[in-house]
């Protein structure tokens, strides 16, 4: 039994050809420390945050070398085979079918009918994160799509979400919930010509940090770049940054939040 409802996120990995880059890059952003490589699953390193798992890197799979570098969002699932069915019922593609990770749980990997990818994690002994919404630990995840019926049709169909949309003609902007959850499982960002063409749909992952600013200095210091922000918002101050390996994700201070929270309705 998953320790999360179907459809929350739970775990967050990201492939590197260069390991000790990858772990000297996030250690000295988010204050991780490492466990060590196992070798029975190739090297999967989990990395901590005080202690806690709170993600992992790996090296990449043979045949998967020349794949775009991405953090991939695993969902909580009690039945990853019946997720699976799930998923391509909606019109999705299971890319991973259902695997069993030793005694660690079971997986899939799948894209949503417009190719959106993302994981869908059933736990056995690895309960997934053990910290989260804090510095150093994922904090906020998003999918941003250029088909935004194609998400709004599949993922509510998949995970049984209830959604809300933010009363904001500037963005167009769904929130996801697990049914009766007082917390969001997820957002939906329709990504529109200020996103550049090169810029491909996926889910964004938000990485919890003390000072934006601060991090991204340390970014740009290491070979990795700014592709927006920083910006002030309800939610706190972020920025879309990408390591020197060209991989995206956010950085987020929740603490520092200016204006109004936007009003939402449900549909």
């Known amino acids: 039994m998953s320790p999360k409802p179907n459809g929350t996120p739970i775990w967050v990995d990201a492939t590197f050809s260069d390991i000790e880059g990858a772990k000297s890059f996030y250690g ?6 490492f466990e060590e490589g196992d ?13 806690k798992r709170v993600g992992a890197l790996a090296p990449p799979m043979p045949g998967s070398e020349e794949m775009p570098p991405a953090w991939t969002l695993y969902l909580a699932s009690d039945d990853v085979a019946a997720t699976a069915t799930a998923v391509t019922a909606a019109g999705g593609t299971t890319v991973l079918e259902p695997m069993e990770v030793g005694d660690y749980g079971s997986m899939i990997i799948a894209t949503d009918p417009a190719g959106v990818p993302f994981g869908v994690w059933q736990p056995g ?3 997934g994160f053990e910290k989260e919404n804090a ?3 994922v904090c906020w995840a998003e999918v941003a799509t250029r088909d935004a019926a194609a998400a709004d049709g599949f993922f509510p169909a ?9 009363q904001d003609d500037a963005v167009d902007f769904h929130v996801w919930s697990t049914p009766g959850a007082e917390m969001p499982a997820l957002g939906r960002f329709a990504m529109g010509e200020e996103c550049p063409p090169e810029m491909p749909s996926g889910i964004g992952v938000y990485f919890g940090v003390a000072d934006v600013d601060e991090a991204i200095g340390k970014v740009t210091k290491a070979g990795g770049r700014v ?3 920083p910006k002030d918002s309800p939610f706190g101050r972020f920025a879309a940054v990408s390591d020197p390996w060209g991989t995206p994700f956010a950085i ?3 603490e520092t939040t200016e204006g109004e929270m936007p009003e939402m309705k449900e549909i």
């Open 125 to 127: 002994t690895h309960q």
């Open 39 to 51: 070798p029975q699953f190739g090297g999967y390193t989990q990395a901590l945050s005080d202690g």
């Open 227 to 229: 592709d927006f922000g």
């Open 28 to 33: 000295d952003l988010l204050g991780w420390t």
């Open 135 to 137: 510095p150093g630990a």
């Open 252 to 254: 987020i201070d929740a």
């Open 158 to 166: 998949v995970f049984d979400y209830e959604v809300r949309k933010v």
